[in-house]
């Protein structure tokens, strides 16, 4: 394999992968390795910073003696991994559509899927990186000396990952090569990461389910399939423990081998045939009679939602990663007759998370860059401008609402909260969405690309994934410090009802303002 090609590959697919971030290095001045360098350090960096922050949870936990929670954690970054793992193979692969754009190139079949596949792991490795510390923390309190506990998480932690994009891989490969993919690609894939998500969040929530308390510990069920993993941290020379690296090593050879010999051999066949199809395809849309302007642009809108793996991608961001979030920190549960003076913390804790879950990869941070070159098109009708971007902006904001409403059940059925309260929860976050869409749709116009291929250009701009996720770790820390100076409050002073009408009234001159600011700064400049 030509090292200096495969290094060129990589260098394009990581320019690519936040190209926002490219373009900002690049006005400065980087160019060729330097930018290259700068990327490899931002994305170093950030991981390092996401790997302090969840690590810091996780200190206080003697995995060690917890069985139930260690395998737990395992579980959920697993799951989590092979959700991440198949709709990021789809979108380097498939989504981007740029395989024919190598077809002239001196590249080797295997350099480029190795590039991408590596491209596909950078984006995929800082949401897994807690199974780093855990691995690391469980062997540490097991008594392995820190150096070789390093060593063994670090091995344990490639090869379940390996494993993990290997059998992504598999999936997605060998799914491509049916007949009812070539007939239709993107409800079957939509279709794929549906399941597999509908199957994580089923798992988390089915493993969520399994807490208990023994004694003064408080560990959750043991998940039988991943005990073997935790036999190589807890016990390392033993029996079980030879016989889980055993395991491992053959699910890698077993993996290794079918991809080697069924599936790279015709992989560029293969991608070129899908890629063309999907080029084919792309411009296609189906006429709509519907009367009226604003039943003319709703069918408009929902003929966005099209675009191969958009809605997959942006519950991923709004429902997946939030859940996961939320269940990972969830270990009690609610009495379910709070008395009615909690129901304004509840309605704080629903703008709370609709902060967290409305975030630049929801639907309504990115539908006017969804237009395309199409935007400047609809500038040139007569028609408003004003009513044109009001009504997408309440078909995202519907659409967003929706999303928020399954998380605040899942979050009420986990907490054991009652009616009233998750009613509250429901309509702080309807109003917390609300402000929350009006920033992130005023940021899509502010930072609109025209010209993007893949919808993870769209979701990159400003930070990608990592600065998404250290919004919501910025959100939650703020969050938690509003929400249990809120509860102390109530708690220790009699003036319950007065805390309350103070909490409403900073709210409502809160969200007065901010519904000022955007009604100055973005919809009046349409007038």
Request: with cysteine; hydrophobic share 55%; glycine share 4%.
């Given at each position: 394999m030509n090292k200096r090609q495969l290094g060129a590959l990589l260098a394009v697919n990581l320019r690519l992968l936040n190209p926002q971030v490219t373009d900002r290095y690049r006005k400065k001045g980087k160019t060729g390795s330097e930018l290259t360098n700068k990327l490899k350090l931002q994305f170093l960096t950030n991981t390092v910073i996401f790997l302090f922050i969840y690590g810091f949870t996780m200190l206080s936990i003697d995995f060690s003696k917890m069985p139930g929670m260690f395998t737990f954690y395992v579980g959920l970054f697993v799951l989590l991994g092979i959700s991440q793992s198949i709709s990021g193979l789809y979108n380097v692969f498939f989504a981007g559509k740029d395989i024919n754009s190598y077809l002239p190139l001196p590249f080797r079949q295997s350099e480029i899927f190795l590039s991408k596949v590596l491209i596909v792991a950078f984006n995929v490795i800082p949401f897994t990186l807690p199974l780093l510390i855990a691995f690391f923390l469980t062997g540490w309190h097991s008594g392995i000396m820190i150096p070789i506990a390093a060593l063994m998480s670090l091995v344990v932690y490639l090869l379940i990952m390996t494993i993990i994009f290997m059998f992504c891989a598999l999936i997605v490969f060998a799914l491509t090569k049916t007949k009812v993919f070539r007939?239709?690609?993107?409800?079957?894939?939509?279709g794929l990461m549906g399941i597999t998500m509908v199957i994580a969040i089923g798992g988390i929530m089915l493993m969520s389910s399994g807490n208990n308390t023994t004694g003064t510990s408080y560990d959750r069920s043991v998940i039988s399939i991943f005990m073997p993993i935790f036999q190589i941290f807890n016990v390392p020379v033993s029996i079980n423990s030879g016989i889980s690296w055993l395991g491992l090593l053959i699910l890698l050879v077993v993996f290794g081998g079918i991809l080697k010999y069924l599936i790279v051999p015709q992989l560029n066949e293969q991608l070129t045939a899908?890629?063309?199809?999907?080029?084919n395809g792309s411009g296609q849309r189906k006429a709509v009679k519907r009367q009226g302007l604003n039943a003319n642009l709703d069918s408009y809108n929902w003929q966005l939602l099209k675009e191969p793996n958009l809605l997959l991608q942006v519950i991923m961001n709004s429902i997946m990663i939030p859940v996961i979030f939320i269940i990972s920190f969830s270990f009690a549960k609610l009495p379910s007759d709070l008395p009615l003076k909690w129901i304004g913390v509840f309605f704080v804790a629903g703008i709370a998370f609709s902060s967290f879950t409305t975030n630049?990869?929801?639907?309504?941070?990115?539908?006017?860059?969804?237009?395309?070159?199409?935007?400047?098109?609809?500038?040139?009708?007569?028609?408003?401008?004003?009513?044109?971007?009001?009504?997408?902006?309440?078909?995202?904001?519907?659409?967003?609402?929706?999303?928020?409403?399954?998380?605040?059940?899942?979050?009420?059925?986990?907490?054991?909260a009652g009616l009233i309260m998750a009613l509250?929860?429901?309509?702080?976050?309807?109003?917390?969405?609300?402000?929350?869409?009006?920033?992130?749709?005023?940021?899509?116009?502010?930072?609109?690309?025209?010209?993007?291929?893949?919808?993870?250009e769209l979701f990159n701009r400003g930070g990608g994934n990592l600065g998404m996720v250290a919004t919501m770790f910025a959100s939650v820390f703020i969050s938690v410090i509003i929400l249990v100076a809120y509860s102390m409050l109530l708690i220790n002073t009699?003036?319950?009802?007065?805390?309350?009408?103070?909490?409403?009234?900073?709210?409502?001159?809160?969200?007065?303002?901010?519904?000022?600011?955007?009604?100055?700064?973005?919809w009046n400049q349409f007038d």
């Open positions: 007939e239709h690609q993107s409800l079957v894939m939509n899908v890629n063309s199809a999907l080029l630049q990869s929801a639907l309504v941070g990115n539908l006017i860059s969804l237009d395309r070159t199409n935007f400047e098109f609809v500038r040139s009708l007569p028609i408003s401008m004003k009513q044109y971007l009001r009504r997408k902006f309440l078909f995202g904001y519907l659409m967003q609402i929706i999303l928020n409403v399954v998380i605040v059940i899942i979050i009420s059925v986990v907490l054991n509250a929860l429901i309509c702080g976050s309807a109003w917390g969405t609300y402000l929350m869409s009006l920033h992130y749709f005023s940021r899509d116009y502010r930072l609109r690309l025209t010209n993007w291929t893949n919808v993870t009699p003036w319950s009802a007065m805390i309350n009408v103070v909490v409403l009234a900073v709210i409502l001159i809160s969200s007065w303002l901010l519904l000022r600011h955007y009604r100055m700064k973005f």
